[in-house]
């Protein structure tokens, strides 16, 4: 089931994170920030969770590319699944949700910038009609202390 993010899932929504965070393919941070930190970077629409058996398994939100009044259709998506829960589809249908609500309040591009060694987020994405638009070389470095490239990817309303 999914449903919108409430400020109480936010235990499990940081737990799930910071498997990502570990996974080292995830994010490149190297910690999971505070609630608030969050908050305030996230959009406070298109936050979404996948509930299972009454446990938050999955979650999805956007962040603003840009302060800029003109780019306020553009959003960056994160979407993050449980470890034991992966590969059920949970994903896809997260990302499919977000895609069809945030072209209902406006919202035109969709993208991610994922780490290239992440393949199976680049084939949801691909699966979810993203496309490829590029990549960064050697942006930033992992938690193992490796350089990485990211792919970029957008969904493009029609």
Partial sequence: MIREMLDTDWSR?????????????????????SFDEWNKSHIKECRYVYEEDGMVVGWISISPTSS???????AEMSVYIDSAHKGKGIGTAL????????QKLGYWSIYSAIISINKASIALHKKCGFREIGYRER????????????????????
């Fill in 13 to 33: 929504v940081a737990e799930i994170y910071k498997q990502g965070v570990e996974s080292g393919i995830a994010t490149f941070n190297t910690e999971c920030p």
């Fill in 68 to 74: 800029r009044c003109v780019y306020k259709g553009v």
């Fill in 139 to 158: 942006i930033a470095k992992d938690i193992f202390g490796e350089w990485q490239n990211t792919t970029l990817m957008e969904y493009r309303a029609s």
């Fill in 95 to 102: 990302v499919n949700h977000l895609i069809e609500e945030s």
